[in-house]
């Protein structure tokens, strides 16, 4: 067997200057293999750009770079260069051949002539020309956080006088930057595989969230809702949601999106309400470079940044009449144009609209086109107030109790009778979104497991507001609140009387006499 030569084929005279153009090959070598590498987005190609810099500067007749597969353990060719189409899927056990050997030892291998080296596989190619010309390979390992992780080889022509341990030496220069390219592509694999994971446990929490089977309620008026939603979700109607602000007419968007087949695309939400009439044509349309002051590039706008997926176009009533017209185009023939601009753009959106308006009455007015009106309203879901889902109050305010009690680190186990007494009472003017305000106050300033009726907001409390509480006396106010405690007690022991008693801090006796003194039936909270 022909012996590995570590060691140059030919040495150079001492103190022999190095030549200049050899130099500047080299540097040239470095700084296009540097450019190759550094904005690489995708590896291969890269690699691939490298060798050829090795061939074109250096006279490699032919090159590979091989990577060891973490799954496998197998050394794969990833890139090549001046080898036949079947040398590209060439691979190698580690410490097979002379690839597998410096990846094996984590050093270099030098072979001054391959014609008398039986450990050289000729897997990476056929070598016709063997027979022709002698050809020499120089291997170098990459080396990634101290571990081989790969190798570069290069097919040289013979030559006498070629200085293989400086070639060697140049070639682990390139190895080395390899290795950081391969570090960073790595980091940047793992980083996009999180985003991917994390937008997909995002996705699939989103659409448990806003699943129509979560949206609370019990009532007939929500059960009709529900099978609204169920019906028209997975359809690419448009849909116009009605209901008075607090209703939860967003909740219904988002359960319309994520039970549809567009529920992977994107969930794009407009507030029209909040944008300014100057600035609502090119927030939803986009704008070209210079189509106004400003406007120093183009932006795209809402309708192509739910391409795919569903606009959700928020109290639609607020729109001014010049951005209606290009609505209705939108709607009808699913184009439009960007704010100064000519291109044509195909709009593949799902529209929902919400609104708390009057419609008609607008209509009446001339603050809304009618021909608008009809496409937005094809198939029309009413959010009902909570005034008309009393049912579904407790149920509301039991579940807000668990969220913000969880929020704010509380152990608030329920509401007490009296409190639950001043919530079916009240009129709900704000609608979910007050009993929802209500509720975190109230478990805010909670001290204790209980919530009771004084924990509410004072527009709870008030005739005026309410009409739930009658203007009392000082001690008609101190006899309501203790026949409550009393009250709450007996709910909690179950209509015991000791254990009420124990509960309060005072003795059977004085709470009967309070029981009588009140007229309270203890016998209807046993179970």
């Known amino acids: 067997m022909a012996r590995v030569s570590a060691a140059k084929a030919s040495a150079k005279a001492p103190g022999q200057p190095e030549q200049t153009p050899s130099e500047i090959r080299r540097l040239s070598t470095l700084l296009e293999a540097s450019r190759a590498l550094s904005g690489a987005l995708d590896l291969k190609p890269a690699l691939h750009r490298v060798l050829e810099v090795l061939g074109r500067h250096h006279g490699a007749v032919r090159s590979m770079i091989a990577?060891?597969?973490?799954?496998?353990?197998?050394?794969?060719?990833?890139?090549?260069?001046?080898?036949?189409?079947?040398?590209?899927?060439?691979?190698?056990?580690?410490?097979?051949?002379?690839?597998?050997?410096?990846?094996?030892?984590?050093?270099?291998?030098?072979?001054?002539?391959?014609?008398?080296?039986?450990?050289?596989?000729?897997?990476?190619?056929?070598?016709?020309?063997?027979?022709?010309?002698?050809?020499?390979?120089?291997?170098?390992?990459?080396?990634?956080?101290?571990?081989?992780?790969?190798?570069?080889?290069?097919?040289?022509?013979?030559?006498?006088?070629?200085?293989?341990?400086?070639?060697?030496?140049?070639?682990?220069?390139?190895?080395?930057?390899?290795?950081?390219?391969?570090?960073?592509?790595?980091?940047?694999?793992?980083?996009?595989?999180?985003?991917?994971?994390?937008?997909?446990?995002?996705?699939?929490?989103?659409?448990?969230?806003?699943?129509?089977?979560?949206?609370?309620?019990?009532?007939?008026?929500?059960?009709?809702?529900?099978?609204?939603?169920?019906?028209?979700?997975?359809?690419?109607?448009?849909?116009?949601?009605?209901?008075?602000?607090?209703?939860?007419?967003?909740?219904?968007?988002?359960?319309?999106?994520?039970?549809?087949?567009?529920?992977?695309?994107?969930?794009?939400?407009?507030?029209?309400?909040?944008?300014?009439?100057?600035?609502?044509?090119?927030?939803?349309?986009?704008?070209?470079?210079?189509?106004?002051?400003?406007?120093?590039?183009?932006?795209?706008?809402?309708?192509?940044?739910?391409?795919?997926?569903?606009?959700?176009?928020?109290?639609?009533?607020?729109?001014?009449?010049?951005?209606?017209?290009?609505?209705?185009?939108?709607?009808?023939?699913?184009?439009?144009?960007?704010?100064?601009?000519?291109?044509?753009?195909?709009?593949?959106v799902r529209l929902i609209a919400a609104t708390h308006k009057d419609m008609e009455e607008l209509i009446a007015e001339g603050r809304f086109r009618e021909d608008l009106y009809y496409r937005l309203n094809v198939f029309s879901i009413f959010v009902p107030p909570l005034r008309e889902r009393k049912p579904d109050l407790l149920l509301l305010a039991d579940h807000f109790l668990e969220k913000f009690s969880r929020e704010h680190g509380k152990n608030i186990k329920r509401i007490a009778t009296p409190a639950i007494d001043m919530l079916t009472s009240y009129h709900w003017p704000g609608n979910v979104r007050e009993l929802e305000n209500a509720i975190e106050r109230a478990v805010v300033i909670s001290d204790g497991h209980v919530i009771h009726a004084h924990h509410l907001p004072p527009s709870l409390q008030t005739a005026e507001a309410s009409g739930t509480v009658m203007r009392l006396s000082l001690k008609d106010a101190v006899s309501a609140y203790e026949k409550d405690l009393i009250q709450d007690a007996l709910k909690t022991t179950r209509g015991n009387r000791a254990k009420a008693a124990r509960l309060l801090n005072t003795t059977k006796r004085i709470l009967n006499y309070q029981v009588r003194k009140y007229g309270i039936d203890y016998q209807r909270f046993r179970a």
Not at 106 to 134: C, M, N, T, Y
Not at 141 to 158: C, E, Q, S, Y
Not at 210 to 218: A, K, M, V
Not at 278 to 296: C, N, P, R, V
Request: aromatic letters at 6%; proline letters at 3%; one cysteine or more.
């Open 67 to 348: 990577l060891v597969d973490e799954g496998s353990n197998e050394l794969r060719v990833e890139a090549t260069d001046g080898l036949i189409t079947s040398g590209t899927r060439a691979s190698y056990a580690i410490g097979e051949g002379i690839t597998g050997r410096v990846v094996e030892t984590g050093r270099p291998i030098i072979v001054p002539r391959v014609s008398r080296e039986p450990l050289f596989l000729h897997r990476a190619a056929d070598r016709p020309e063997l027979a022709k010309q002698e050809l020499s390979y120089v291997s170098v390992p990459i080396t990634l956080n101290r571990k081989t992780v790969g190798a570069i080889g290069v097919d040289l022509r013979f030559r006498p006088d070629r200085d293989f341990e400086r070639f060697a030496k140049f070639l682990g220069v390139i190895a080395a930057m390899v290795s950081q390219a391969l570090k960073v592509s790595r980091l940047v694999e793992v980083e996009r595989q999180r985003l991917v994971d994390e937008n997909v446990h995002l996705r699939r929490e989103l659409k448990e969230r806003y699943d129509f089977s979560n949206i609370l309620g019990t009532s007939g008026p929500m059960r009709q809702v529900c099978e609204q939603i169920a019906q028209v979700a997975r359809t690419n109607t448009t849909v116009l949601v009605r209901g008075e602000s607090g209703t939860g007419k967003e909740l219904i968007a988002h359960a319309l999106h994520y039970n549809s087949l567009r529920a992977n695309k994107p969930f794009v939400k407009v507030s029209c309400a909040a944008l300014p009439d100057t600035l609502i044509e090119s927030e939803l349309f986009g704008y070209e470079k210079g189509a106004f002051t400003g406007a120093q590039s183009r932006r795209r706008g809402r309708f192509e940044a739910a391409d795919g997926g569903t606009l959700f176009l928020d109290e639609i009533g607020d729109v001014n009449l010049s951005t209606q017209v290009k609505l209705l185009r939108v709607l009808q023939e699913r184009e439009f144009e960007r704010l100064g601009g000519t291109e044509t753009i195909r709009a593949n």
